[in-house]
């Protein structure tokens, strides 16, 4: 276990870059992140017997970038070919769903739909769900901000692009707009370190991940932290 704690954690502690703009995945603040990528990230240094520090940010895209500039050992991300190019992922541990919202009276009711000439769709820049569209939508274009919502507003976009829990939560709170119900992807949340990591570390990371699936750490966790509509990935 003492070569993968020296390959991954090469400073002695391991430095995990989390997502604070992802409120399934993180919550609480940057000096006092909660969530279950924080319980993963202390649950691995644990196991190396390592110490952990957390990097905190307010978008996958920082999150990724801290991990790959060097800055960071280990990352929680969705898992997209955009990204795999430099990450080695483990297998998801969370299944999260992306939806749509639209304004009340849009003639917009399918994810189908919501692909057609004319229609502008608000996403997080850099986000799982803006890569997926930027590489999957055939007529809608995608408008990137820091917030899908925020775009939706400030430009009057025809569709606002999210995790299904904080776009459920802005159609609640705003009566103007409303879910079409249907997802458009379903996002896989895996763990993640650089590719130039030895086999053998890539496998613990693997294997571990695994075993807190099968064990209940991961639901546990999940429900710790009020994300119980999340799932936990076969």
Same mark, same amino acid.
């Given at each position: 276990? =003492?070569?993968?704690? #020296? &390959?991954?954690?090469?400073? @002695?502690?391991?430095?995990a870059s989390i =997502? $604070?703009? =992802? ?5 609480? !603040? ?6 279950? #990528?924080?319980? $993963? +990230? ?37 898992? &997209? ?8 992922? #483990?297998?998801?541990? /969370? ?11 849009s003639p917009l009711?399918?994810? !189908?739909? /919501? ?20 590489? !999957? ?9 820091? &917030? ?20 459920? +939560? ?22 993640? !370190? ?21 064990? @209940? ?18």
């Amino acid at each position: 276990m =003492n070569s993968v704690a #020296t &390959d991954l954690a090469p400073t @002695g502690v391991l430095r995990a870059s989390i =997502n $604070l703009g =992802n409120p399934v995945l993180a919550q609480g !603040t940057p000096s006092e992140p909660t969530g279950i #990528t924080v319980d $993963l +990230a202390r649950e691995i240094a644990g196991r190396l017997g390592v110490g952990v520090e957390f990097l905190c940010f307010d978008a996958a895209r920082k999150s990724f970038e801290a991990m790959t500039s060097g800055a960071a050992d280990l990352c929680f991300l969705a898992i &997209d070919p955009a990204r795999e190019a430099e990450v080695a992922f #483990t297998a998801p541990y /969370v299944v999260i769903e992306g939806v749509y919202a639209v304004p009340q009276d849009s003639p917009l009711t399918t994810v !189908t739909s /919501v692909d057609s000439p004319g229609v502008r769709i608000g996403v997080k820049q850099g986000s799982a769900y803006d890569l997926y569209l930027t590489r !999957t939508l055939q007529h809608a274009t995608v408008v990137r901000g820091t &917030d899908g919502t925020d775009a939706f507003r400030a430009e009057s976009l025809e569709a606002a692009a999210g995790i299904r829990q904080p776009i459920t +939560a802005f159609v609640d709170a705003n009566p103007d707009v409303r879910l079409i119900e249907e997802r458009f992807m379903q996002i896989q949340q895996a763990v993640g !370190t650089t590719k130039d990591r030895q086999p053998e570390t890539v496998q613990f990371l693997r294997d571990l991940i695994e075993e807190l699936k099968t064990n @209940g750490f991961v639901a546990e966790s999940l429900k710790r932290a009020g994300q119980s509509d999340a799932t936990v990935a076969p």
